[in-house]
């Protein structure tokens, strides 16, 4: 796959389950692409931080460890106000599902 195709984002909203040291969370992402995606979250990460991610509602399990590459905090008075308060993360290994994340990638872009 080339570099410029690894990276392209499409618009994709799909639930996700984030797991980590603090415990779980639900969230949304907004884009994806073969690399990693954008959560649009209130609870961000700092980046570095290795993050276990669960695709929900896929016909296979999607599992992957991803790593917090950039995040964006917005006080939680002005939340309304930010588009994009969230993390973006970098896919950094499948644990189960990498065919079935790349079909969902590929199938909308």
């Known amino acids: 796959m080339s570099d410029k195709r690894l990276f392209k984002r499409i618009k994709k909203t799909l639930q996700i389950s984030i797991s980590s040291a603090s ?11 073969a690399a990693g995606f954008f959560i649009k979250t209130q609870k ?3 980046p570095g931080t290795i993050l276990e991610i669960s695709l929900k509602g896929t016909a296979e399990p999607v599992e992957m460890s991803c790593r917090v590459v950039w995040a ?6 002005l939340f309304h106000l930010a588009s994009k308060n969230g993390m ?8 189960t599902g990498e065919d079935e994340y790349h079909r969902i990638h590929q199938k909308n872009s």
Do not use: C, M, Y
């Not at 964006?72 to 008075?77: A, I, Y």
């Not at 973006?88 to 644990?95: N, S």
């Open 23 to 33: 415990g779980t969370q639900s969230a949304l992402t907004e884009d994806v692409s």
């Open 44 to 46: 961000v990460f700092p």
């Open 88 to 95: 973006g993360v970098l896919i950094t290994e499948f644990r």
């Open 72 to 77: 964006r905090k917005v006080p939680s008075n």
